[in-house]
């Protein structure tokens, strides 16, 4: 069975086939760094940390790419309350941000570009929007897109331009030509963080510096955009008006959306104020049970966030882990003949079934549970032998490369060293006997987990990104 996903342009499950073969280019929308993260936001990080483990167990080569937005209103107001520089505020909290990564057991996006870094793309784009005639310049210096002059406006969201503009009224000192119109350059404020450009001094609009950056990044059409599904609209559409207005080519084959986390019917958002952070979330929750909460329901779907639903995904996730942690203890003493191959064959299909289903972990997970279930009953009569043991431990780490539920080895500091030896070494061995691919393997896999392996001079080194 082919992988299938939910492709929310066209309305429609589709067979993903990449642009480029085995090369899977995805870009996801990240957060406006003006505070620490909440459990919405984590809602969709893991989610796309999902999507980019099971399209790598799928043999892809997956280049992701999030973006940072740190130059903002927001960002902007929140410095001038506390007297902190607007950068300077946004870098504390990019800070925050990959410490939260590391505590949600995420695994770093290969790029993560910053507004504030990519001016110089984003003016070339304004410039190119202007000159295709999509853009005009206010007297103040701010840069405006013209919506009407976009025929399949609302393609993604499926709104009207008309019944957007029906009822709608522009106010008497409002210079842009339709309400629809937005800003993609904005002239400075007195006193705000400002970049000099052809219209004067000013900065991005939200919208832009996706834009920009998926174009500098990632190029004129991605495999794969994601993001939350309140990004739909405006922000997705008017990154799709921005990007094929100066392309001409689509910007994204397929279109991936999470559902909201809601608290009481509405969705958790800093500007309702109903949010929790990760960091406080995590005080009293393990990764695990933070990632088996948000991955045993469809990506798609809300989701209900309180105590008892966390509570309630926690109980459910030791039950595997008790099974997990009871078949390696009976792998030492194993005496059955079962050795499990058509339990094993059977599981995993129906696990890739599941997951080439749009990313279904729900269905994947239920897999897990049947599993366990099976494999207790098989201890309790002591039928599985040591290789069927082995057989179901390999798959439940297998099927957890794309969850990350189940409960790492603890390994000590003064341990580090003589692991990375090992590995190096083995590298090396590999490199000598020209097996570069799986050389490699090891090097990539390393980056994955935030290890980086450097040969020098003075030979292999290795570091802690």
């Not at 052809?198 to 794969?224: F, N, Q, Y």
């Not at 194993?334 to 050795?339: E, K, L, Q, R, T």
Request: hydrophobic share 40%; with cysteine; net charge negative.
């Amino acid at each position: 069975m082919a992988l299938k996903i939910f492709n929310t342009l066209t309305k429609e499950e589709e067979e993903f086939v990449p642009i480029n073969d085995k090369k899977v280019r995805m870009y996801v929308c990240g957060v406006t760094v003006y505070d620490d993260i909440h459990m919405g936001h984590a809602r969709s990080i893991i989610v796309f940390d999902m999507v980019a483990r099971y399209l790598r167990y799928k043999g892809y080569d997956v280049y992701h790419v999030t973006n940072f937005t740190d130059v903002d209103d927001k960002i902007i107001n929140k410095a001038n309350e506390t007297g902190m520089d607007p950068l300077a505020l946004s870098r504390m909290y990019i800070d925050h941000y990959f410490e939260d990564l590391g505590k949600l057991g995420v695994r770093k996006a290969d790029m993560y570009p910053k507004a504030s870094e990519s001016i110089d793309d984003i003016i070339e784009m304004v410039k190119k929007i202007i000159d295709a005639g999509y853009g005009y310049v206010l007297e103040d210096g701010s840069v405006y897109f013209d919506v009407g002059m976009v025929k399949d406006y609302g393609k993604l969201s499926g709104n009207k331009l008309e019944e957007m503009l029906s009822g709608a009224r522009i106010d008497v000192d409002d210079t842009k030509r339709s309400p629809a119109d937005f800003a993609v350059w904005k002239a400075a404020k007195p006193g705000e963080v400002s970049w000099d450009s052809p219209w004067g001094k000013g900065r991005p609009g939200w919208h832009i510096e996706c834009s920009a950056m998926v174009l500098h990044h990632l190029g004129e059409t991605l495999d794969i955009h994601g993001g939350g599904n309140d990004l739909i609209f405006p922000h997705h559409e008017n990154e799709i008006l921005q990007s094929e207005s100066v392309t001409g080519k689509p910007l994204a084959k397929y279109w991936m959306h999470n559902g909201m986390l809601q608290v009481e019917g509405e969705k958790m958002a800093k500007s309702l104020k109903n949010f929790f952070t990760v960091r406080d979330v995590m005080e009293v929750y393990s990764t695990e049970e933070v990632r088996f909460y948000f991955l045993n329901t469809h990506y798609r779907g809300p989701l209900t966030y309180g105590e008892d639903a966390l509570n309630e995904a926690a109980a459910a996730l030791r039950r595997l882990q008790h099974t997990y942690s009871e078949l390696k203890d009976y792998l030492e003493t194993a005496s059955g003949s079962y050795d499990a191959d058509d339990l094993f064959k059977r599981s995993r299909a129906e696990f890739i079934e599941h997951m080439d289903d749009d990313l279904n972990t729900r269905g994947a997970i239920s897999v897990l549970f049947d599993l366990s279930r099976e494999s207790n009953k098989l201890m309790q009569h002591e039928l599985l032998s040591k290789k069927g043991a082995k057989c179901i431990l390999m798959l439940f780490e297998e099927f957890d490369q794309m969850l990350g539920i189940l409960p790492k080895i603890e390994i000590g500091a003064d341990q580090v060293d003589d692991v990375m030896d090992v590995l190096i070494s083995v590298r090396q061995e590999l490199r000598k006997r020209k097996l570069y691919d799986l050389a490699d393997k090891i090097r990539d896999g390393l980056k994955e987990k935030g290890i980086v392996i450097e040969d020098t001079a003075d030979g292999v080194k290795w570091r802690t990104e």
